[in-house]
């Protein structure tokens, strides 16, 4: 019988050397920016920017609205690194490859992890243009990043997830959006692998268990995340809505036009979060 494969410990050490000699920054929050959310980067003072091809065995971004750049600077005083585009399952990536940037950044001696996707709404009283925090997921592609050999040295064998999202940095976040007069929807978040938009079957059999948002990323993250021991606290973009049979196919580039109309509050919101971290 074969042994079981999984990422090495030394590439992330690889990879966060690399970022390393090209920064002496200590990031103490990582940053995921999903789909069309990818300016906040911009705003990050003093940035280093890194191609991930330009990282050892880091993967690579190959959809619209990521540009693939790991980006090291500061937000409102406080050292981070963001992510400027992730990548996906449905890439064809490995859920541990997806996972790899999370570990990296723990390497790099990141604590919090913050997360956002453009995400579908389901609840009927969510619309395109609201934010929502995540306040716990489903996972319905039934795998995970951690399948495969532990790696003891980030985490448990078995890790528990029923905190998955912080509560004291949800706490945070609605503090945050209520300082900024920014309404945030709350609710439960499904990943689906994609790359397809669902059915409106599967929709609603998704709002029956439970779920207000789907999305075809963050929870991969999330649960490396939770392995290594960072604080989580993850926010969606709803780009779109559940359609009547007499409308339109939802499309890719009205989920990143959404994602741009929406994206100054959402840049704030992100801005304001750090600021209270520190």
């Not at 330009?54 to 609205?65: D, K, L, M, Q, Y």
């Not at 890439?91 to 390497?107: I, Q, R, S």
């Amino acid at each position: 019988m074969e042994k079981p494969q999984g990422i090495p410990p030394s590439w992330r050490k690889e990879a966060a050397a690399a970022v390393r000699s090209r920064t002496g920054l200590q990031p103490k929050v990582g940053i995921i920016l999903g789909s069309g959310l990818g300016p906040f980067a911009e705003e990050i003072q003093g940035a280093t920017v890194i191609p991930y091809a330009e990282i050892p065995h880091f993967p690579v971004s190959t959809v619209p609205g990521h540009a693939g750049r790991l980006v090291l600077g500061r937000v409102e005083g406080v050292p981070v690194v963001a992510m400027q585009g992730r990548v996906h399952a449905y890439e064809g990536y490995p859920l541990a490859a997806v996972a790899f940037p999370v570990w990296v950044m723990k390497e790099l001696g990141v604590e919090t992890l913050i997360a956002s996707n453009a995400a579908g709404s389901l609840n009927p009283d969510y619309h395109a243009g609201d934010l929502m925090l995540i306040t716990d997921h489903l996972n319905f592609v039934f795998d995970n990043p951690l399948v495969g050999p532990n790696d003891d040295e980030l985490g448990p064998r078995f890790p528990a997830s029923d905190l998955a999202y912080t509560p004291e940095l949800q706490a945070v976040a609605r503090e945050a959006a209520a300082a900024l007069g920014v309404p945030l929807r709350e609710g439960v978040y499904a990943w689906i692998r994609g790359p397809i938009f669902e059915t409106a079957a599967f929709c609603r059999f998704l709002r029956q268990a439970g779920a207000d948002a789907i999305g075809m990323s963050t929870v991969p993250e999330i649960l490396a995340a939770v392995h290594c021991g960072m604080r989580t606290v993850a926010i969606s973009c709803l780009t779109d809505e559940l359609r009547a049979k007499d409308e339109p196919p939802l499309t890719h580039e009205e989920v990143l036009a959404v994602a741009e109309r929406v994206g100054a509050s959402f840049r704030s919101l992100l801005k304001e979060i750090v600021r209270r971290l520190a």
